[in-house]
């Protein structure tokens, strides 16, 4: 059953955590908060019930005539969408019958009076559920006697969004707090289909779950492309009075409250205390302050966490900060919040800044600080509090910021990278616009091309790779531009940023398996995951601009060329399958193989043929086929080292060496299909061995190869099995054979073994 008044009139209180909205003139369906909980101040069920068990208990109460119940939440939470969900039979158990209703609303000074129309209904005898939206507290006592009379024939439900201590006799109270972030999520994406999955996201956070706000903010996207863009000026009046007249001493409070991140609302004296400091801002004193956040709290405009306050949400927040800067001297800030305040409060006003991005005053004070002379202005020696502040406020002022970087960092030594390396992903963020792209990347070039094992080498090449993927890069640089810095890497004189040129390459290439743990929002700036392409055109322009820098440095004769043919063999699969540019990628493959045997390419297309060729158009097939049959290796130098020598060598005897009408078959007995497959290999790789060991000239180049210790071993002791048996042409390099085998290596020892017998060692007999 609903929480009823007791015996002494107290009324039970449900806290209901549940928004139900939905984006009129999009979807008409609604939006449960999965997340959302009922508290019914029953102890025995601990964290509540669910919140469509929540909108079924309300519908009980109001199911029986003469029984009242009170919504109450911030402006904005959904409670009016609530209210409709009572009627509706999509949503839970037993809906109430919507031509029972009466809605009105007392902020539109309807005729008759809700109180009037009460009465006349009950004098009437006429069933009714009477919805009273913005009902005052004063209000809803009136109704709750007459509708309580002994005679009623009506239930009311009203709707109130200024939350007081008051606690009506006779009354069921459900508070409707604000709503989880993924719910505010998904109304704004509905509402609001243009905006990025990042705004949606970022919007909801800023909101604090108020739907209110955040569709607020999600309508000033689109003008001032900025989260932090609360426009509303009714809308704030009305988050931030309630029911309540104007109060400038409030306002002032909550404007130097605003001005940190959050604050110590219950420490009252000594190093720690920190009311005073805000206090001091504005003139007030410690009672006064806590005083004053003592009532936001109650206006929930204030959010508590043990000790600690914030204003919240914080749309409200940042535009409360925005004010601030603007009534309160810069000197006294700074002397206030900076020259004379504990870490704490440093760095917490400096968080607030980050998200003042279209504040002149946020933007000045950011500049300071990075001015000759200016608290941030030794970035190689930041402390932890430096760069934790550094930062925060990157996002007021990133072209200055990006140059601070660049004065910092040029010519910068090992140690000062060293030092450095925390500016790595803050680098990033960065390079999401295209004007700061090529300069990002210049200083990430740095941290990446440094020696290996170095802190923070890895993570900066990471970085790097990122910044080329197609989707989920971070940055809106278009492709021509990442393609000419990735050129400009490939073409350097250092190795280290001609290997960085590889791994930027073999990123743009990439077609699948994407994922990112970076962070993708910057303060409140309107943020995105970064470029992602419309249409399948701009797929193909894609590859195309990239396959074309592929083959510059594939068929050059750049020391980087060999690593270009092998990230293009990594990519094989995707690109063929994907890009939508196979005849460019034939072409490519082609013209590789043209000179040498390509091994990986081989690979590469024998392996996206089995794996993807059942998909394929009959033509696509058709052209992978030729150019894997094109590939295959020929003469028996290149039998030899695309099945024996290499890395992955030791799989192609079981997954790539058997013929395709082998593969087609299938067959129930898949674990006798791959004893048969790998017998008939491991007998053509025999073969091999016993040509190797007849051909005098072949078994000169390999055999340096061979005595290699790499993957494959099983596929190498077969070829040496084989090439024992023609024994007489490895005497005359017995010497580098044993030597080999002092080693330890596999090979040898089974080469050995190969020619002379299981009981050969590398001071046995010759031959």
Same mark, same amino acid.
């Given at each position: ?9 107290n ?62 939440g911030?402006? =904005?939470?959904g ?10 039979a ?20 309807? +005729? ?5 129309? %009460? ?19 004063e209000? *809803?006592?009136?109704?709750?006697e ?6 009623s ?16 006799e ?12 993924? /719910? ?32 607020? &903010? ?12 609360l426009?509303?000026?009714? /809308? ?19 404007q ?27 003139g007030?004193?410690m ?43 810069? %000197? ?8 004379n ?7 917490s #006003?400096?968080?607030? /800044? $980050?998200y003042?991005?279209?504040s002149?005053?946020? !933007? ?12 941030? +202005? ?16 990157? @996002? ?5 910021? &990006?140059a ?13 990278? =060293?030092?450095?390396? *925390? ?10 616009? @295209? =004007? ?6 210049? &200083? /990430? ?30 940055? *809106? ?15 350097s ?20 398996? #994407?994922?990112?743990?970076y ?16 249409? =399948?055109?701009?797929?193909? %322009? ?39 540019? %196979?005849?460019?990628l034939?072409?490519l ?7 040498? #045997? ?50 992955r060598?030791g ?30 290999s ?7 061995? !016993?040509?190797l060991a ?18 494959? $071993? ?5 070829? $040496? $099995? ?6 007489? +042409?490895l ?30 060692s ?6």
């Amino acid at each position: 059953m609903a929480p009823r008044a007791d015996r002494q009139g107290n009324a039970r209180l449900a806290v209901l955590r549940l928004l139900v909205a939905c984006a009129r003139g999009v979807d008409s369906g609604y939006i449960a908060d999965d997340q959302a909980r009922i508290l019914t101040g029953d102890r025995h069920e601990g964290d509540g019930v669910s919140a469509t068990e929540g909108i079924n208990r309300i519908r009980k109460v109001l199911a029986t005539p003469g029984h009242v119940v009170r919504l109450v939440g911030l402006s =904005g939470v959904g409670k009016t969408r609530l209210v409709e969900a009572l009627f509706d039979a999509s949503v839970g158990d037993g809906a109430l019958d919507p031509s029972l209703a009466i809605y009105t609303n007392e902020a539109d000074g309807p +005729n008759p009076p809700p109180a009037g129309l %009460a009465s006349d209904l009950i004098a009437a005898q006429t069933r009714a559920i009477l919805v009273v939206d913005n009902c005052t507290p004063e209000l *809803h006592r009136r109704i709750s006697e007459i509708t309580r009379s002994s005679s009623s024939t009506i239930s009311v439900i009203t709707v109130e969004y200024d939350i007081r201590e008051d606690q009506p006799e006779g009354t069921d109270v459900f508070v409707l707090d604000t709503s989880s972030v993924s /719910l505010i999520e998904t109304l704004v994406e509905r509402r609001y289909p243009h905006l990025s999955q990042i705004d949606a996201r970022t919007i909801a956070e800023f909101s604090g779950g108020n739907a209110r706000v955040a569709l607020a &903010l999600a309508s000033r996207i689109e003008k001032t492309e900025t989260v932090a863009g609360l426009n509303e000026e009714e /809308l704030f009046r009305r988050l931030f009075q309630q029911r309540h007249d104007p109060d400038p001493s409030l306002l002032l409070v909550a404007q130097s409250c605003s001005l940190v991140y959050s604050f110590d609302g219950e420490t009252f004296d000594g190093a720690e205390a920190e009311l005073p400091i805000l206090g001091h801002l504005i003139g007030k004193s410690m009672d006064e302050m806590y005083a004053g956040v003592a009532e936001l709290k109650q206006r929930d405009l204030v959010q508590a966490r043990a000790k600690w306050r914030a204003v919240l949400p914080h749309a409200v927040a940042n535009r409360l900060a925005k004010r601030a800067l603007q009534s309160i001297p810069p %000197a006294k800030v700074k002397s206030v919040l900076v020259d004379n305040a504990p870490e704490r409060i440093l760095r917490s #006003f400096s968080r607030r /800044l $980050g998200y003042l991005d279209d504040s002149k005053e946020a !933007q000045s004070i950011v500049k300071a600080w990075l001015a000759p002379g200016g608290l941030l +202005n030794d970035l190689p020696n930041f402390t932890e509090l430096s760069r934790a502040i550094f930062t925060n406020v990157a @996002p007021v002022a990133p072209e200055v910021v &990006l140059a601070a970087l660049e004065t910092a960092l040029s010519g910068a030594n090992e140690a000062v990278l =060293g030092r450095c390396g *925390h500016f790595v992903r803050l680098l990033r963020s960065l390079a999401y616009e @295209p =004007g700061f792209f090529v300069r990002s990347l210049a &200083l /990430l070039a740095k941290f990446a091309a440094r020696p290996s094992g170095e802190t923070n080498d890895n993570e900066a090449i990471q970085v790097v790779e990122s910044l080329f993927h197609i989707v989920l890069s971070g940055t *809106h640089a278009p492709v021509e531009m990442r393609v000419r810095a990735a050129e400009a890497l490939l073409d350097s004189d250092e190795e280290a940023l001609r290997r960085l040129g590889v791994k930027a390459l073999e990123a743009l290439l990439k077609t699948g398996h #994407f994922t990112s743990h970076y962070e993708f929002d910057f303060g409140a700036r309107s943020r995105d995951y970064g470029y992602y392409p419309a249409d =399948g055109a701009q797929v193909r %322009a894609w590859f195309d601009s990239v396959l074309k820098l592929a083959r510059r440095f594939a068929l050059s004769d750049n020391p980087i060329a060999a690593e270009v043919h092998k990230a293009v063999a990594r990519e094989f699969r995707g690109l063929w399958s994907y890009s939508g540019q %196979a005849e460019q990628l034939d072409q490519l493959a082609r013209a590789i193989a043209a000179s040498s #045997f390509w091994r990986d390419g081989w690979i590469a297309s024998r392996q996206t043929r089995i794996f993807d060729g059942k998909d394929m158009d009959t033509e696509l097939r058709r052209r992978l086929t030729d150019l894997e049959e094109f590939l295959r290796p020929k003469d028996l130098l290149s039998k030899v080292r695309g099945l024996v020598i290499g890395d992955r060598a030791g799989s192609l005897d079981l997954d790539d060496f058997y013929d395709e009408e082998d593969e087609e078959e299938g067959g129930s007995d898949f674990t006798a299909g791959y004893a048969e497959r790998a017998a008939r290999s491991a007998a053509a790789i025999r073969d091999l061995g !016993q040509d190797l060991a007849a051909d005098e000239d072949a078994l000169e180049t390999v055999l340096a190869e061979l005595m290699g210790e790499s993957e494959g $071993g099983s596929a190498r002791r077969s070829v $040496g $099995g084989g090439r024992g048996k023609s024994a007489h +042409n490895l005497v005359r390099h017995r010497g580098t054979v044993c030597r080999d085998r002092e080693r330890g290596s596999t090979t040898a020892r089974r080469l050995l073994e190969g020619a002379y017998g299981p009981g050969c060692s590398a001071h046995g007999r010759s031959s």
